[in-house]
């Protein structure tokens, strides 16, 4: 996904997903095609750069053996420039698999950068 967004401007746009089958090993993907829709919303206040990605995918073809796809995913980033060229910024995808039982459902990963 590519966006431009124009100086003190927002925007909000409605997208699909489309994951092809993929497997190089047991820990990466599915062997499954899956597609969903998705939903980005963008702001730019003075230096600021504030969103989220929110998207969502089911499976409908591929290896009858894998298991399906139910996967929602929320990435929120936020980022501040400074005049100097500096940045903060933070940017975790959280996840929901809702194939898995509830204890190994989600997965929230915290963090940021200094650059």
Request: with cysteine; glycine share 8%; hydrophobic share 35%.
């Amino acid at each position: 996904m590519l966006y431009y967004l124009p100086a003190d401007r927002y925007t909000l746009d409605t997208l699909g997903t489309l994951s092809c089958a993929y497997r190089n090993s047991k820990l990466v993907w599915s062997e499954k095609w899956s597609a969903g829709p998705a939903i980005v919303v963008l702001a730019k206040p003075g230096n600021w750069l504030v969103g989220a990605l929110v998207q969502h995918s089911w499976s409908f073809a591929g290896d009858n053996d894998d298991n399906n796809v139910n996967l929602t995913s929320f990435q929120y980033f936020v980022n501040y420039n400074f005049a100097s060229g500096w940045y903060l910024t933070s940017t975790p995808t959280n996840s929901a698999n809702w194939s898995e039982k509830s204890s190994d459902r989600y997965t929230a990963p915290v963090g940021g950068v200094i650059g």
